[in-house]
């Protein structure tokens, strides 16, 4: 960090460089999120953002290092749906959710899409839950790791076709996604922000959606429900993280950068592209932000416990 921890003059920040830590690898969805905000964000905050990809644990090696950082504002964590399902799945986990961060705001919440390979012979959703249960023995699910939330969503799926798969663990979906391309794993369930310009470039197959509606750019592929895996519903939310210590007022400054980031034109034409929309202005507050992670704690922790998946 740039200015010695707590002797920072929360008035004048900032003074130097912001790193936004994004907890997976370059080019993969969370990464995506990242950089469409970092430059709007950076032209209000009147600083650069550097965006650095911690990867490992299933996201929560950056956890742990942002946890741990000076509290000065200059170490900003970008966390999705996997800040709320690590308690549950790290019972050493380095960091607690609730006490060790302060929240700056909610950014978006992106549909998953269940792809796979595209020669990989299932057609549909339907297709697929019946290969998968003759096949068990064979197929592989790609993941990036305990923690991600395509291993969240791959879980969903094991639990309602009643299967135990070879998981396939990457530090990320982006390199995933390349191997999935590559036809070196069958399938995987991932942000729409990683597999839109995919299916939509016909590099992949895709089966369905994990949202109650429909999503807009993906017009072809029906939802989980309408396709006969109801229990499999997961929206992948994000949002921005400080040390607990941050002052209040270096917090402000990066909940209305955010606020002005998630207005900006083409963030909001980009994420359209992408399958999302940035969450809306009440949402990007500390406020919204702790109650979604209290709410989403409590829905995971007894889904995974139950499920007896651990990160060790
Ligand atoms: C990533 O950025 O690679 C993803 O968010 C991984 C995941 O959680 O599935």
Redesign the pocket.
């Known amino acids: 960090a740039a200015c010695g921890g707590g002797d920072a003059d929360p008035a004048a920040y900032p003074e130097d460089d912001i790193t936004m830590v994004?907890?997976?690898?370059a080019g993969?969805?969370?990464?995506t999120v990242a950089r469409l905000i970092a430059e709007p964000m950076a032209e209000e905050l009147g600083a650069d953002i550097v965006v650095q990809n911690v990867e490992g644990a299933?996201?929560t090696i950056a956890g742990g290092q942002v946890a741990d950082a000076d509290a000065d504002g200059y170490e900003v964590l970008i966390h999705?749906i996997?800040m709320s399902t690590a308690p549950g799945l790290y019972p050493d986990l380095a960091y607690d959710p609730l006490e060790d961060f302060k929240t700056v705001g909610l950014v978006t919440d992106v549909p998953m899409t269940i792809v796979a390979r595209p020669d990989f012979e299932p057609e549909t959703l339907e297709d697929l839950v019946s290969y998968v249960e003759e096949n068990a023995d064979t197929v592989t699910l790609a993941?990036?790791g305990v923690g991600?939330?395509?291993?969240l969503c791959g879980l969903l799926i094991e639990q309602a076709v009643g299967v135990d798969l070879t998981e396939v663990p990457y530090d990320?979906?982006?390199p995933a996604m390349t191997d999935l391309m590559g036809g070196q794993v069958d399938f995987m369930c991932?942000?729409t922000t990683?597999t839109a310009s995919q299916l939509q470039a016909g590099k992949i197959k895709g089966y369905a959606v994990t949202t109650p509606e429909p999503v807009e750019a993906l017009p072809d592929l029906p939802t989980t429900a309408e396709a006969g895996l109801p229990d499999v519903q997961v929206g992948?939310w994000h949002g921005l993280y400080v040390p607990a210590d941050t002052p209040d007022e270096i917090v402000e400054k990066l909940t209305a950068a955010l606020e002005v980031a998630l207005e900006d034109q083409n963030v909001v034409d980009q994420m359209a592209t992408l399958g999302t929309t940035p969450v809306p202005a009440e949402d990007v507050t500390p406020e919204a932000h702790t109650a979604k992670l209290e709410e989403q704690i409590d829905l995971w922790t007894p889904i995974i416990e139950e499920s007896g998946v651990t990160g060790g």
């Open positions: 994004v907890p997976f690898s993969g969805p969370t990464d299933g996201g999705h996997g993941n990036a991600a939330a395509s291993q990320g979906t982006g991932d942000q990683n992948v």
